[in-house]
């Protein structure tokens, strides 16, 4: 069955720190893989999705940044944190057409 | 305009009622379609997908209807545990669209 793991769970960064967020999928081949933020009593905001290694699509033009290096495995980061990139960062996969889409379990990232 | 559309409630209703949400979608090439729940502080949960001759399982039943972009979802006997917020989510090409959810507070 298939897996998907974030890390860490949570995070306290201050601003103009650096961020690096990672999840990695277990059990599958060649998945999409999606980076979501959710702020607080908000909807989820997609920010990246990637359909293959190398290959990333940016939905929101901001300070952050993704990158896929191995097939299961995506990685968002930040030179340096602004207040407003707090919030709960929401790793998930799907597989083909029409299938659904599955959640990591997220990374709460407060920016003081 | 915006991708999906939900009403955001809160729904309180008391445990055994029957309670429905709808949501509207904006993009008539959306393929697919799902309900999430999404507990307080934790990630979105597929609840069931929606298929377009309407489907049920167990005390839920999911409905669309592509002609007018409308989704729905009706859940019966409710208990304490359907405490949640409900996502709305179509999905087009690689991309899924949530709706802002429809808190859903099942009193005893």
């Known amino acids: 069955s298939q897996t998907i793991h974030q890390w860490p769970a949570t995070l306290v960064q201050p601003v103009g720190s650096p961020l690096s967020l990672e999840c990695t999928v277990e059990?599958?081949?060649?998945?999409?893989l999606y980076w979501y933020r959710q702020a607080a009593g908000r909807g989820l905001q997609l920010l990246f999705y990637?359909?293959?290694?190398?290959?990333i699509s940016s939905e929101v033009p901001q300070n952050l940044s993704a990158s896929r290096p191995q097939d299961r495995q995506f990685i968002l980061s930040s030179k340096k944190l602004l207040l407003s990139d707090s919030g709960f960062y929401l790793c998930?996969?799907?597989?083909?057409?029409?299938?659904?889409?599955?959640f990591g379990p997220g990374t709460r990232l407060l920016v003081l | 305009r915006k991708e999906v559309e939900q009403d955001p409630g809160p729904f309180n209703v008391p445990e055994g009622a029957t309670v429905a949400f709808n949501c509207t979608y904006s993009?008539?090439?959306?393929?697919?379609f799902f309900w999430y729940r999404q507990d307080c502080r934790k990630e979105p949960k597929l609840l069931m997908s929606?298929?377009?001759s309407g489907n049920e399982d167990g005390r839920f039943t999911a409905q669309l209807n592509r002609a007018s972009q409308y989704i729905s979802l009706l859940i019966r006997d409710s208990k304490l545990s359907d405490s949640a917020t409900y996502l709305c989510?179509?999905?087009?090409?690689?991309?899924?669209?949530f709706g802002t959810g429809t808190s859903l507070t099942v009193i005893p």
């Open positions: 998930a996969w799907s597989e083909g057409a029409g299938e659904t889409q599955y």
């Open positions: 993009n008539s090439a959306s393929q697919s």
């Open positions: 929606v298929y377009s």
């Open positions: 059990g599958t081949s060649n998945p999409n």
């Open positions: 989510v179509p999905r087009t090409g690689n991309q899924f669209y």
């Open positions: 990637s359909v293959g290694i190398g290959q």
